[in-house]
């Protein structure tokens, strides 16, 4: 079940700047729990991109940035570049389904 | 570096039991406090928890799917594994273990493995 919303798709133009909001509740993001970000490009595995929120894995561009207030999250790319066209997904911790939950995903077109 | 990797038949029968195992490398499951999950991709993009376990054998699954998930860990072998019983077509899905840092996020991922339920 996924109980996060995000956009569908976004799209930005080389150099540009695009964000993905992750819309949850009060028993998701807005009980506290943290937020995480995936990137997913064409035909492989889900890669951490974002962990609590605002962290970044060591090798992660720092033109990937992640904010969370109230029961949302975003994920910002700058500098947009071709190599960031891919699926973003965000993850959290439902406490009323007592279950991880992920979004609905974000496709990322560069034009 | 950790790598895992899923194995097992891409192709069950409906009312049958989805068998799948992912192969740990470079790292050992009873090691650094980490639980593992199964986590599977339903056609069109969106990601489903399924369960995880603990190298102690401790399990905790999504409810949706508690009654027909079972995942256990061998850690002579340094593998687990998940069956799903009693599947139907919706359970066609691309399935991947990973380890669960931290007990909230999910890092590394396994490659992932189609599997199809039809007859």
């Known amino acids: 079940q996924t109980v996060l919303t995000q956009p569908p798709s976004v799209s930005g133009a080389p150099g540009q700047r695009v964000t993905i909001s992750c819309t949850g509740s009060n028993s998701n993001i807005g009980a506290g729990y943290d937020v995480h970000w995936y990137q997913q490009l064409p035909g492989t595995a889900p890669r951490l991109l974002i962990f609590?929120?605002?962290n970044r894995p060591s090798g992660v561009p720092d033109r990937f940035s992640g904010s969370k207030s109230g029961t949302s999250a975003s994920l910002a790319i700058t500098g947009l570049q071709a190599e960031d066209e891919a699926d973003y997904h965000c993850?959290?911790?439902?406490?009323?389904?007592?279950?991880?939950?992920f979004g609905t995903g974000t496709e990322v077109t560069v034009l | 570096q950790v790598q895992l990797q899923e194995s097992g038949p891409g192709l069950v029968k409906p009312s049958e039991t989805l068998s799948l195992t992912c192969t740990v490398s470079?790292?050992?499951?009873?090691?650094?406090?980490?639980?593992w999950s199964w986590i599977r991709q339903l056609p069109g993009r969106g990601l489903e928890w399924i369960g995880y376990?603990?190298?102690?054998?401790?399990?905790n699954y999504n409810p949706s799917l508690k009654s027909r998930a079972t995942i256990s860990i061998d850690t002579s072998k340094n593998q687990l594994s998940l069956k799903l019983a009693s599947v139907t077509a919706a359970d066609t899905a691309i399935y991947y273990c990973?380890?669960?840092?931290?007990?909230?996020?999910?890092?590394?991922w396994g490659q992932g493995m189609l599997v199809t339920v039809a007859s």
């Open positions: 376990i603990y190298f102690s054998g401790t399990t």
């Open positions: 993850q959290s911790y439902d406490s009323s389904l007592s279950a991880y939950v």
């Open positions: 470079g790292g050992s499951v009873s090691g650094g406090g980490y639980f």
């Open positions: 990973a380890r669960d840092d931290s007990h909230a996020w999910f890092d590394p």
């Open positions: 609590r929120n605002i």
